[in-house]
């Protein structure tokens, strides 16, 4: 039966965020609210949890997973980033995008894209992510909540609660958060390209979508 938390949307209770922490480093699954949808994570070290995470989305390791990073100095940490990247990413930063690029040594192999090495980074800006973030000292792994069969993601932590109590370990309710998914862009190429447009609006990026 998951634990279910109730906090406050913009100041979340550290008490119960030390709570949250506690779960997932000790290898539980969480669903937590971003800037774009509720989202799954875990820790990025636990390799039981990263594939409990992979069966609850029904996707194989070539699906590719997101860091969720306090910040852009923690972000680098994780990912292969130049000047001309990290622009780009600054300017959209913290908000609904996932970028996808080369995966440094400190990402698990079994986390990033097994023939690309690459891995998607986003910086939420959501009260409750960026507080849980902070209190971990280090980035959660996380996928959106579309369970299969859906077309969506969901948003509403009482349905979460229904349709995941004895999938998820926690499940943190700060309130309906908007129910579409991430803005992805690949990096990884002479140009960047839009491979999903999502929440994060296009005119901050300045590029082609993928037709």
Sequence with gaps: MAQYFSLHPDNPQLRLIKQAATVLHAGGVAAIPTDSSYALVCHLDDKAAVQR??????VDERHHLTLLCSDLSELGNYARVDNRQYRMIRAC?????TFILEATKEVP????????????????QNAVAHTLLMEM???????TLILPGDESALNDAADIR?????????????GPC???PTTVVDLCGTE????????????A??????Q
Excluded: F, N
């Design 93 to 97: 930063t913290p908000g609904p995008y």
């Design 178 to 180: 908007p129910s579409e």
């Design 162 to 174: 229904e349709r995941l109590e004895h999938q998820v370990d926690l499940v943190l309710d700060a």
């Design 109 to 124: 192999r079994r986390v990033s894209h097994p023939s690309r090495k690459t891995i998607g980074v986003r910086v939420p």
């Design 137 to 143: 000292a280090q980035p959660l792994l996380a996928t």
């Design 205 to 210: 990026l300045g590029i082609p979508a993928l």
């Design 53 to 58: 995470l992979r069966q609850i989305r029904q």
């Design 192 to 203: 960047p390209v839009v491979v999903r447009i999502g929440r994060g609006p296009l005119d």
